[in-house]
């Protein structure tokens, strides 16, 4: 493989490579290396001798340097005999697809050398902070800013010192002080160094400076016949903790919840190739099928006929009809919530034709219509399989607050979401509604007005007011 010398490419392409760099923070070396790994994925133009922008707009966000990674990390390596464990925590963190750059203190040195270093992270190592070649454009700064998280492994107590006291006499030091970012620390010292009180306000301080700690352990020292607490954890604990940190667990309220909604209209055959219809999207439902699924909860979503993706991660059961949607309903009984969002037709043709109906001399065939089954009040008044959380939906166009209560009492369910469906809101078929929710309280119905919202945002707030009543008073759990 060739080496590049940077210092013999013509004066038009140095500067271009260095304002280039500067921009996008990033050494004049990696940079190059960015480049051509652009040009190999067709992503790059070809560099020109007099290709130099006039001007250095704003730094854009850092690129990651490796397309399979998914966060980074700057591990800074303190001197210490626990130093070659951060060969392993290399590996580790990369395993989990997080992007490692090392920096070496002079004294890790005498434990690890930046060739096995480098060779594991597959990254320059960096040890100087007076290094020219990274310094033109204040590589302390990059790594101390580019990048989700540092690490510290081992921390020896010269080094906690160091950052307690806010020093910046050498690279380590210098990116401490100089980050934004989370700080990850791995202490490893003798015993007696991590029980001394200097080091105990040490502690004390970077604690309060927000600084997380893994370890140490407890256990053998590599001083014969010493014992005690200052093992630096191992890499898998540090890996796991440096994880932790960077992709906190999404919180999921309705773990362990079965949720039924229903969506979209459904359509009412005339014959067999007419229908009688309502304007529903379906959005909000499919928004609110998705905003439980992601709460953690077991979804099921019953939907009439639409045209959306069905939801990630949830059970979509397809109808036609009312009577079909009522089927679908009480075949995925028992669950502890349901919600019908369901835009359903109040009638269907009692006399629909089994061929298409003709034109006659007779005229226009008259179509006589029957009231379709009412599911949210069959649900809400089952004995047996209702679910303990009943929700509806009230479209309305006029009224809207009083029509809502009397639909919250006439359905017997629990919670009803309030809507004006009037065509000059453009909330069927639209993206936005504005919504207010009706819960009994106390013999009384309480009105929650919410303001204009994305009908995404309507369903994640829905689920968060579920998980937040479900937290105040737990469900009986469905039979
Ligand atoms: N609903 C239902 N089955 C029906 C009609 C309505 O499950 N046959 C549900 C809707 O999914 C919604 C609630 O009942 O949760 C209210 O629907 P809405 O269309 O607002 O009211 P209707 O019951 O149809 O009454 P009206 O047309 O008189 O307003």
Redesign the pocket.
Same mark, same amino acid.
């Given at each position: 493989m060739a080496s590049l010398t940077i210092r013999k490419l013509d004066e038009g392409v140095k500067t271009y490579l260095r304002l280039r760099s500067a921009q996008n923070r990033r050494s004049v070396e990696e940079e190059v290396r960015v480049i051509l790994r652009e040009l190999i994925e067709g992503r790059e133009e070809p560099l020109t001798g007099s290709a130099a922008p006039a001007t250095l707009s704003p730094a854009p966000t850092p690129q990651r340097t490796s397309a399979l990674a998914e966060a980074s990390v700057t591990l800074i390596i303190g001197g210490g005999i626990a130093a070659f464990k951060s060969l392993d925590l290399i590996r580790r963190l990369k395993e989990r697809r997080i992007e490692v750059r090392c920096v070496l203190t002079q004294a890790a040195q005498q434990f690890v050398t930046p060739l096995s270093v480098s060779a594991l992270s597959h990254e320059r190592v960096y040890t100087d902070l007076f290094d020219p070649q990274s310094e033109f454009d204040a590589g302390h700064i990059r790594l101390a800013r580019d990048c989700d998280l540092i690490i510290v492994a081992p921390a020896t107590a010269d080094l906690m010192a160091k950052m307690a006291n806010g020093h910046a006499d050498d690279l380590a030091s210098a990116i401490l002080l100089a980050t934004n970012r989370k700080i990850l620390i791995a202490p490893a010292m003798n015993p007696l160094m991590w029980s001394n009180s200097a080091t105990r306000r040490n502690v004390a301080q970077l604690g309060r400076d927000g600084v997380t700690f893994i370890g140490p352990n407890s256990g053998e020292m590599a001083e014969a016949g010493e014992a005690g607490v200052g093992r630096m954890s191992e890499a898998i604990e540090i890996a796991t903790a440096a994880e932790r940190l960077l992709r906190p667990p999404v919180p999921r309220p309705l773990a362990g919840k079965r949720i039924l909604i229903?969506a979209g209209p459904t359509h009412e055959p005339i014959d067999p190739v007419r229908y009688i219809a309502n304007r529903s999207s379906g959005k909000q439902g499919f928004a609110i099928a998705a905003a439980a699924q992601a709460a953690g909860a077991d979804v099921i979503l019953v939907s009439g006929p639409v045209d959306l993706d069905d939801p990630a991660g949830v059970a979509v059961k397809h109808v036609e009809s009312?009577r079909n949607m009522l089927e679908q309903v009480e075949a995925s009984l028992p669950v502890d919530i349901a919600i *019908?969002?369901?835009?359903?037709a109040?009638w269907r043709v009692a006399n629909a034709g089994e061929q298409k109906l003709k034109k006659t001399s007779a005229g226009m065939p008259p179509l006589q219509l029957v009231e379709?089954?009412?599911?949210?009040a069959t649900i809400s008044k089952m004995k047996d399989k209702r679910p303990p959380l009943v929700i509806? *939906?009230?479209?309305?166009t006029e009224h809207l607050i009083d029509n809502a209560k009397a639909?919250l009492k006439r359905?017997g369910c629990d919670w009803i979401v309030a809507n004006d469906v009037s065509p000059a809101t453009g909330v069927m078929g639209g993206d936005r509604n504005t919504v207010h929710l009706l819960t009994r309280n106390e013999g009384d119905i309480a009105v929650d007005s919410w303001p204009v919202m994305t009908k995404d945002q309507v369903a994640t707030e829905l689920v968060a007011h579920i998980a937040k009543s479900l937290a105040n008073k737990p469900l009986e759990p469905a039979k």
């Open positions: 229903t009312a *019908f969002a369901a835009a359903v109040d379709n089954p009412d599911i949210l509806g *939906f009230a479209a309305e639909k359905k």
